[in-house]
């Protein structure tokens, strides 16, 4: 049994196109996190949510509570962000992760 | 760069034998994870440590173990190894004890077992 959903597992896109990755999970949650992954292993945290919508830039995260689902959008995609992101849910003192979305922008 | 500091980079060992995976946290952080990444389980929690003190375990086997010294490094050590850990293994550090606070991974330890 998986707490945490992700959608797609993989992904190619065309530079530029509106990009979305989903995830959903089972478990009642204090906090989502999602992660990015480069080629070469280094995680980096995007985002940290609990409810509503975050941006940084070009990348938007949102949360829907009783949906007990998180998107990740990126807009104007760009090869760069060519890399595995990861959701992960923090339940109580434990931690579960999908596994991943592999996202490969074409130039 | 994150702050975080894992050695080694890279290991490889024998099965059977036992190795110690080291994470320097952020200046500042008390909170030190460690998370194994494998090709078949992805990314699993293993423990978390706060100033020093063991406050969460997850998915860690008994031939693991991990402290959190008084400066504050963390150690996981992995005994009697088997092909199947073979892995990635990262630590995290945040400030404050929970998971509510943005983490930051070090680039990790890949440790191969043959």
């Known amino acids: 049994k998986n707490e945490v959903e992700q959608s797609p597992q993989n992904l190619t896109a065309q530079e530029e196109e509106f990009i979305t990755i989903n995830c959903s999970y089972s478990?009642?949650?204090?906090?989502l996190h999602w992660l990015q992954q480069h080629p070469g292993g280094g995680i980096v945290s995007l985002f940290m949510?609990?409810?509503g919508k975050k941006k940084h830039g070009r990348l938007i995260a949102t949360i829907n509570i009783q949906e007990k689902h998180s998107s990740l959008h990126i807009t104007a995609s760009h090869p760069r962000d060519s890399a595995v992101y990861i959701c992960a849910v923090i339940t109580g003192n434990q931690f579960y992760f999908g596994t991943g979305t592999s996202l490969t922008v074409i130039p | 760069d994150s702050g975080v500091t894992q050695t080694p980079k890279h290991l490889i060992t024998a099965t059977g034998q036992r190795v110690t995976l080291r994470c320097s946290p952020r200046s500042g952080d008390l909170s030190v994870y460690w998370y194994q990444q494998s090709l078949d389980q992805g990314l699993q929690f293993l423990i978390h440590y706060y100033n020093g003190e063991e406050r969460a375990k997850g998915n860690i086997l008994e031939r693991f173990s991990a402290q959190q010294f008084p400066d504050l490094h963390s150690e996981l050590n992995l005994s009697s190894l088997e092909l199947g850990d073979s892995a990635l293994y990262f630590c995290a550090s945040s400030v404050v004890w929970g998971w509510d606070t943005e983490a930051f991974f070090g680039q990790g330890t890949r440790l191969t077992v043959v």
């Open positions: 478990v009642g949650i204090s906090a």
């Open positions: 949510l609990s409810s």
